[in-house]
């Protein structure tokens, strides 16, 4: 077995304490994770000639030391929970607390053959705007919820009030968004390309160029992976299961998937051509509905790889290329 030459570290995130490790070695670290704990864990790192760093994606409470390490030039890979549970059972490793997890975690940014470049960290604080937007969302969905079962006239009042007042709010703040995206011109013209497509609004363009960064540089397999809304097989021997859906960016997925609706129905020549399709063979409309939603991704990546806004009318199959 060749011998390692790049050395790696892992560390497992809380909320108050990092704690951090060295592929292959005894030495461990415990800090605070606070501005001066990050200064302690970058001349650490670099006294032990650490060059990649492995951390878990842990509600946020990752992004600052991220951000700081990839301002040092460390290479950085953020692991999804589920790829380092996985890790866990492959090794068979049982045992768990924040130590084994950090060496762990380090064990599995060793073992990793292709690293992804960083995602524009111009994008970092729109996404957490982006959060918050679709947060009200949800809250209005609650309060809608609540409206239908309520008798008391007073008390319709409050919850209609307070849905006016966060349909304002969730409007204000995609009008800031979409201004503060226009300051950086590549942005905006990326932007622009995603929101020319029929069937997507300007909030689900939005949700398309935060959540995926990416966009424009994957083949259409790879974006509808991404997009949570890449069917998979389900097969076993004789056994031939349905097709079904599964991981992939879950806020990413419900903004495609609620635009999918009007999209199919209204607002693109093609997707209602696709629906119809699907129904008359027998899918149900929320398979048709997916379907839709993957399309309408495809769609959007395509006319960013080109550069050239969307056409209701599909380019000749000669001049297709396999990102559309």
Avoid at 178 to 189: G, Y
Wanted: hydrophobic share 40%; net charge positive.
């Amino acid at each position: 077995m060749a011998k390692r030459t790049t050395i790696c570290a892992g560390i497992d995130t809380g909320k108050r304490k990092l704690d951090v490790a060295i592929d292959g070695s005894s030495k461990e670290l415990q800090i605070d994770n606070t501005v001066e704990g990050h200064k302690t864990l970058l001349d650490w790192l670099r006294r032990h000639r650490v060059k990649r760093i492995g951390i878990e994606a842990s509600g946020g409470y990752e992004q600052v030391v991220v951000a700081e390490l990839r301002r040092k030039r460390f290479v950085v890979v953020v692991f999804q929970p589920a790829q380092v549970r996985a890790y866990a059972k492959f090794q068979l490793q049982r045992a768990k607390n924040d130590k084994i997890d950090a060496a762990l975690i380090a064990t599995c940014t060793a073992a990793v053959k292709k690293i992804h470049a960083p995602p524009d960290a111009r994008l970092l604080p729109f996404a957490e705007q982006l959060t918050m937007m679709d947060q009200i969302k949800e809250d209005i969905a609650r309060f809608k919820n609540r409206l239908e079962t309520c008798r008391n006239p007073r008390l319709r009042q409050i919850w209609q009030e307070d849905i006016a007042r966060l349909e304002k709010r969730e409007k204000i703040e995609l009008k800031a968004l979409v201004a503060a995206i226009r300051e950086h011109r590549d942005l905006a013209e990326r932007l622009d390309l995603i929101y020319s497509v029929g069937g997507i609004g300007m909030p689900t363009a939005v949700a398309i160029l935060i959540r995926m960064p990416e966009i424009g540089q994957l083949t259409r397999e790879q974006a509808a992976a991404l997009g949570g809304l890449a069917p998979y097989d389900d097969d076993s021997g004789e056994y031939a299961g349905a097709r079904h859906i599964d991981g992939g960016r879950k806020r990413l997925r419900r903004a495609l998937y609620a635009a999918a609706l009007p999209a199919s129905f209204r607002w693109n020549p093609q997707l209602i051509a696709l629906y119809n399709r699907l129904i008359a063979a027998g899918k149900e409309h929320k398979r048709a509905l997916v379907a839709c939603a993957r399309k309408l991704l495809i769609f959007a990546n395509t006319v960013v790889a080109r550069g050239t806004p969307w056409q209701n009318q599909p380019p000749p199959r000669a001049a297709m290329t396999t990102t559309g």
